[in-house]
């Protein structure tokens, strides 16, 4: 029997954009009858991710609006989903101009809510 040693394997994800972290409520419109609340707490051009997700309802594939208070709705398709949390390409990738703009708007909105509770 050979001894093949011991090797570290690095696994390096290169992602084609950039995620930004940001904490804003959102309300995810799957199917036509079901809406569940989540928070998002990703961000890209070409996606985002969304945790505290009470359903379990989502497949792989499945087209979702996430409604964005006051910003725009963004309809994507489900990536992955487990824990709570689902993984979704948006249908369209958002422009650079836009993506600022979300960011800086649910970062904003986010530090207002913790001022005040302060």
């Given at each position: ?33 079901g809406i569940v609340e989540g928070l998002l707490i ?77």
């Open positions: 029997m050979m001894d093949w040693g011991s090797y570290v394997v690095t696994v390096l994800f290169i992602r084609a954009h950039k995620r930004y972290g940001v904490c804003r409520g959102v309300r995810l419109h799957h199917r036509p009858d990703e961000l890209s051009q070409e996606g985002c991710r969304v945790s505290n997700v009470q359903s379990s309802g989502f497949a792989i594939g499945d087209t979702v609006v996430v409604e964005v208070p006051g910003g725009p709705n963004l309809t994507a398709h489900v990536r992955w989903q487990h824990d709570g949390m689902v993984g979704l390409r948006l249908c369209e990738a958002l422009h650079k101009e836009s993506l600022s703009e979300l960011v800086t708007r649910c970062r904003r909105d986010t530090q207002a809510i913790c001022l005040k509770r302060a």
